[in-house]
């Protein structure tokens, strides 16, 4: 259902940072199918919002301009956020906590399933927001565990933080020097398919991804060194869809140091000089293509 709700009306916030891969490098491939990957990844300011707040039966609710191409899947039972919620109400009541019905609100503020860990990250939040909401004190180990069942990309989105992360996204090592970028993120709104993108990549035993020693300081040294790297997926993708081309062009044009895709698209972002360049960016982009999306944030820094 979708509705509009105050914040105000709930217990708990979480925030739900989109996740940007500035770098993905596919290095192998397990016997299980699962590729192995090289990720550098950060977060921005910008993303969906979850709401907690006690319930005498489960609610789940939506507001935001994505939320309507969630609304069936979550009738369906489908959706990660109520996965989220039953697997950890399962470990916790294992553990002899209470997890009482609870009635969780979903702002989508993100594009669904654009390459930015919009559900991954909304999995994550409500795993955060629940354990302060029931209170919970589960080993780590075990959250991280029910992370990575609902899927590769929710241990890094449950942390939200700058960080480099390898195999098929469990192995995580937090940056904390790493510093904040101005950001604009653009998505044509055509949907790509990810196992499609993996399927036409021309060979999954590319270069790991290998940072120098000392590692890079600051936003220049970064920059030089973000642009060193790549996104494996970003050829097969552009050859699935033309708009990544386009907005990519697009994005480059209004004076981005950096621009590239992230994750398996089709969400393109670039890197600015300030926030005030990148507001700028975003308005010229929205005129141009006001039917595409165009966000202008800033990315977390490590030491937040």
Known sequence: MTVILSAGDFDFTEEAPAKINLALHVTGQRADGYHLLDMLVTFTRHGDRLVFRASEHDQFSLSGRFSPLLAVEAEAGGNLVLKARDLLRQAARAAGFEAPPVHIHLEKNLPVASGIGGGSADAAATLRGLTRLWGLTLPSGTVMEIALKLGADVPMCLASRPLIARGIGEAIELMPDFPSFAMVLGNPLVGVSTPEVFRLLARKDNPPLVLSLPRPNGQGQWI????????????????????????????????????????????????????????????????????WYFHATETIRGDA
């Open 224 to 291: 030089e060194t973000i642009n060193r790297l790549r996104n494996d997926l970003e050829p097969p993708a552009r050859a699935l869809c033309n708009e990544i081309a386009t907005l990519s062009q697009l994005i480059e044009s209004q004076g981005a140091v950096t621009t590239r895709m992230s994750g398996s698209g089709a969400t393109c972002f670039g890197l600015f000089d300030d926030l005030q360049q990148a507001t700028a960016a975003a308005a010229s982009l929205h005129s141009l293509r006001p039917d």
